[in-house]
């Protein structure tokens, strides 16, 4: 596992670096508490130097925030000689998106084993990292931002998300998994027309919310594929939840698996 470096009290010391989405440990890490400012958080986050947190857990966030809010606010445009093209404003809007995250992703927090934060006012997160870290005994650090990630998505997962296109009974979804919160591409799939054919693919299904709805249905039988072990998790807990394990089969796979269907739904990013 990758580990980040930096100097505190008069010595050099490091930890382990842990990050779900893959992130890359920064290069440059100082110290931070109570006192540091917005600005100059901000200044150090964009210039790719991390803060690792030692002050209140809450004041961590609020710096967060005000980090975000100096991201954000709109700057002088330069005058240009001629407007991008469709493909270039899609590419700079992407550069400026990831721009973003990264100096987000600045805000670190300490983790003692067990996942515990060694913060003032820091929340109980054990349940919340153990669902997708697992299991640690050891130190390690990450970024505030992830974490809030998990916190919310371990909130989702408890309380779930009601379905009204099924009667109301709710999809628990994962970390790291589509959340079905906007409903009109659910909706669609459960008042179009069904071919007569009985079999359907559920083609990248997240969830597994759609391949549910078509269960509810009467579908005979839904194949939901998918390629991401998070989500073929979250699917196959929700349709054991929901009873529909002998409508349903969670595979893995990219795109399609093998056979024919008389009906294909996808619900893309």
Same mark, same amino acid.
């Given at each position: 596992?990758?580990?980040? %470096?930096?100097?505190?009290?008069?010595?050099?010391?490091? *930890?382990?670096?842990?990050?779900?989405? !893959? %992130?890359?440990?920064?290069?440059?890490?100082?110290?931070?508490?109570?006192?540091?400012?917005?600005?100059?958080?901000?200044?150090?986050?964009?210039?790719?130097?991390?803060?690792?947190?030692?002050?209140?857990?809450?004041?961590?966030?609020?710096?967060?925030?005000? #980090?975000?809010?100096?991201?954000?606010?709109?700057?002088?445009?330069?005058?240009?000689?001629?407007?991008?093209?469709?493909?270039?404003?899609?590419? &700079?809007?992407?550069?400026?998106?990831?721009?973003?995250?990264?100096?987000?992703?600045?805000?670190?927090?300490?983790?003692?084993?067990?996942? #515990?934060?060694?913060?003032?006012?820091?929340?109980?997160?054990?349940?919340?990292?153990?669902?997708?870290?697992?299991?640690?005994?050891?130190?390690?650090?990450?970024?505030?931002?992830?974490?809030?990630? &998990?916190?919310?998505?371990?909130?989702?997962?408890?309380?779930?998300?009601?379905?009204?296109?099924?009667?109301?009974?709710?999809?628990?979804?994962?970390?790291?998994?589509?959340?079905?919160?906007?409903?009109?591409?659910?909706?669609?799939? *459960?008042?179009?027309?069904?071919?007569?054919?009985?079999?359907?693919?559920?083609?990248?299904?997240?969830?597994?919310?759609?391949?549910?709805?078509?269960?509810?249905? !009467?579908?005979?039988?839904?194949?939901?594929?998918?390629?991401?072990?998070? %989500?073929?998790?979250? *699917?196959?807990?929700?349709?054991?939840? &929901?009873?529909?394990?002998?409508?349903?089969?969670?595979?893995?796979?990219?795109?399609?698996?093998? !056979?024919?269907?008389? &009906?294909?739904?996808?619900?893309?990013?």
């Amino acid at each position: 596992m990758d580990q980040i %470096a930096w100097h505190e009290d008069g010595r050099a010391q490091h *930890a382990r670096w842990r990050s779900a989405s !893959g %992130a890359p440990p920064p290069r440059r890490v100082v110290v931070a508490g109570d006192d540091m400012r917005a600005d100059d958080a901000y200044h150090l986050a964009c210039q790719g130097t991390a803060l690792l947190w030692r002050g209140d857990f809450q004041n961590a966030r609020q710096l967060l925030n005000a #980090v975000a809010r100096r991201i954000d606010r709109p700057r002088r445009r330069r005058p240009r000689r001629a407007e991008p093209s469709q493909v270039q404003a899609f590419h &700079l809007h992407r550069q400026a998106t990831a721009q973003r995250a990264r100096a987000l992703a600045m805000l670190l927090m300490p983790f003692d084993p067990g996942h #515990v934060i060694p913060l003032r006012r820091a929340p109980d997160v054990q349940a919340a990292c153990v669902e997708v870290y697992g299991p640690d005994d050891r130190p390690y650090v990450t970024p505030l931002r992830e974490l809030l990630g &998990l916190i919310g998505a371990h909130e989702w997962r408890v309380k779930g998300v009601p379905i009204g296109a099924m009667g109301g009974d709710r999809i628990h979804p994962h970390y790291g998994v589509f959340s079905p919160i906007r409903g009109e591409y659910v909706n669609l799939v *459960a008042e179009a027309p069904l071919p007569s054919a009985r079999v359907a693919f559920d083609i990248g299904t997240g969830t597994g919310v759609l391949a549910a709805v078509l269960a509810r249905r !009467g579908m005979n039988r839904i194949v939901a594929t998918d390629l991401d072990p998070r %989500a073929l998790a979250c *699917a196959q807990e929700n349709i054991e939840r &929901l009873g529909m394990a002998e409508q349903v089969d969670i595979v893995q796979a990219d795109l399609f698996p093998e !056979g024919r269907a008389g &009906l294909i739904v996808c619900n893309p990013p």
